[in-house]
């Protein structure tokens, strides 16, 4: 087979199963792309080629003795450099972590590795996940493949560059306040922000244990669905997850008529400060979603404004407490754009930390109540405005920086604080040829609805799959 | 609720052990008080029986329906 990097997730698993191709070809020709690729890209923290190329050659010799160890048997994957491997260093994109070697191995990554994926290394990300531009001072910035000088989005943003360049077929991500759909939207790829306590964080970096969520990068929908079927449920290792039963995503993430189904255009809150370039993008999906035969209606929305002010409380109460110990001992070690917004979290009083958290049934209540009683999914931007330059949201960026970097999270935010899942789709571009995403949102645990919706928005449209030129 | 103030927040700083001049601890609270003000509005309608673990409860309470 030639052009492996073509291939999907899915149509990669299967041709190893099909042993059209070797799992040895596939990492050698993942290898190849990243090599060429990370002097332009950043994309990468560590690669693992050897153990990676040694585990492809037992995956080889395992499918020729007729055994195959899972659905992603013999498959390259890469994750951000938060999830831990016992015996391995996981920087979490900070000097402070720089030499920090993990005891224990990630729960999500012992799923992977049961289910045959192989990890080729670790991926770039926002300094300890506290941004969402993507930048790190430490081990220098991930460079958008559509064009280096815009931002990848962040914090996930070695993960978002990475399957959109071609270099893996899917990575895993962490999302906060948007850290997985904000870099899925802005490099062009498929994205999942899981319901909370679906995905275990066992031996993952916590930024905020209240709000963070674990989910995967993809090119496609179908990818999305097999790499959450591996990693999702109830964890002894992680008290936060859920026993709710997992629905089949793989079933529901096929490209199908969405007749009976109810589309919901959020009006108020979203449509707040929304340039018209990213209203064009939304306009043109919802008359995608109309053909596909699903009802499309405007669905006021509920304050969320308050619950973003939530979501602020929450994540600053969480990174003042995690970070406390190190900002008085070696402040010095932080980024300065990190240093700065980790001491913002001194403006969060114990008060308004519990009663954020008080808040929280409430506004979820209030939300399903106005909204999903009139919808099954609502359709909305992730980000208000098109993307910007690296240059705009730098340290030094004045006041431009300020307000982008209030605006850019504004509308991912109150979506943790919920609890819901959202599925970030590639949904076209704005006129500066960067890719534009919208995100699905749906009442908890949700996924295989919204992967059913975004299954059907996939098969007619080709936004997906469109590969950046400068990965070409 | 009262607003935050730089000394509020310098107070907060010299207890945890940072550093931070009064400059940016002004600049600290004049950040933290708008989204404080933001989330107020959802504060106000909490009663004194609401707590945090009501959130996990209706999370799974208002899941969707596997039939959908």
Redesign the interface.
């Known amino acids: 087979m030639s052009d492996l990097h073509t291939l999907t997730l899915t149509e990669a698993a299967a041709a190893i199963r099909d042993k059209k191709v070797s799992s040895v070809e596939l990492t050698e020709s993942s290898l190849k792309r990243i090599k060429a690729f990370q002097p332009k890209f950043n994309a990468f923290v560590r690669i693992d080629e050897e153990s990676a190329l040694a585990g492809a050659r037992a995956c080889d010799a395992a499918l020729a003795a007729g055994k195959s160890r899972g659905p992603l048997h013999g498959v390259p994957l890469a994750h951000k450099d938060m999830f831990y491997r016992r015996g391995l260093v996981s920087t979490c994109g900070s000097k402070v972590r720089a030499n920090f070697v993990a005891d224990t191995t990630a729960t999500v990554l012992e799923k992977l590795d049961a289910a045959g994926a192989l990890q080729l290394g670790t991926l770039n990300m926002t300094e300890f996940a506290y941004g969402p531009t993507g930048q790190n001072a430490f081990i220098g910035d991930a460079r958008n493949p559509w064009n280096p000088d815009y931002i990848t989005g962040g914090s996930s943003s070695g993960s978002g560059v990475s399957v959109a360049a071609r270099m893996v077929y899917a990575a895993l991500g962490s999302d906060t306040a948007g850290s997985v759909r904000m870099p899925s939207s802005i490099c062009g790829v498929t994205g999942m922000k899981t319901?909370?306590?679906r995905v275990s964080r066992a031996g993952c970096m916590p930024l905020s244990q209240s709000l963070d969520t674990i989910g995967p990068l993809t090119r496609t929908v179908a990818d999305n669905a097999l790499m959450l079927s591996v990693i999702a449920g109830v964890d002894a290792r992680d008290a936060?997850t859920?026993n709710?039963?997992l629905?089949d995503y793989l079933a529901a993430a096929k490209p199908g008529s969405l007749k009976g189904l109810r589309i919901g255009i959020p009006r108020g809150y979203f449509d707040d400060k929304l340039e018209a370039d990213v209203k064009a993008v939304q306009d043109a999906a919802a008359a995608v979603y109309r053909e596909l035969g699903a009802e499309v209606l405007e669905v006021q929305m509920p304050?969320l404004?308050?619950?973003?002010?939530?979501g602020?409380?929450l994540t600053?109460g969480d990174v003042?407490t995690i970070h406390?110990q190190w900002?008085?001992?070696q402040?010095g070690d932080y980024s300065p754009q990190t240093r700065g917004r980790i001491?913002?979290t001194?403006?969060?009083t114990a008060r308004?930390y519990?009663?954020?958290?008080?808040?929280?049934?409430?506004?979820?209540?209030e939300f399903?109540a106005k909204v999903?009683s009139r919808c099954?999914a609502v359709l909305a931007p992730v980000h208000s405005f098109p993307v910007p330059k690296i240059a705009d949201v730098d340290v030094s960026g004045g006041a431009t920086m300020l307000r982008i970097l209030d605006e850019i999270t504004r509308l991912m935010r109150p979506v943790n604080v919920l609890?819901l899942p959202a599925l970030s789709l590639p949904s076209g571009f704005t006129p500066s040829g960067l890719p534009c995403g919208l995100q699905l949102i749906?009442?908890?645990?949700?996924e295989?609805?919204l992967y059913r919706v975004g299954a059907a928005y996939q098969g007619a449209t080709d936004w997906h799959s469109r590969m950046p030129t400068a990965a070409a | 609720m009262s607003t935050?103030t730089g000394e509020d927040?310098l107070a907060?700083?010299k207890r945890?052990?940072?550093?931070?001049s009064p400059a940016?601890?002004e600049e600290?609270?004049a950040?933290?008080?708008s989204?404080?003000?933001?989330?107020?509005?959802?504060?106000a309608?909490?009663t004194f029986d609401?707590?945090?673990a009501?959130?996990?409860?209706?999370?799974?309470a208002?899941?969707?329906e596997?039939s959908?």
């Not at chain 1, 404004?305 to 939530?310: E, H």
């Not at chain 1, 519990?354 to 506004?363: M, Y």
């Open positions: 319901t909370f306590s936060s859920s709710v039963p629905s304050d404004d308050a619950v973003n002010g939530a602020f409380m600053w003042h406390s900002m008085a001992t402040a001491e913002v001194l403006g969060a308004d519990v009663d954020a958290q008080r808040s929280r049934a409430r506004a979820l209540k399903n999903f099954d609890g749906g009442r908890p645990f949700a295989a609805l | 935050l927040v907060t700083a945890a052990g940072w550093s931070v940016r601890a600290i609270a950040a933290a008080n989204r404080i003000t933001s989330f107020d509005k959802l504060r309608q909490l609401e707590d945090a009501g959130f996990m409860t209706t999370l799974v208002l899941r969707q596997e959908k």
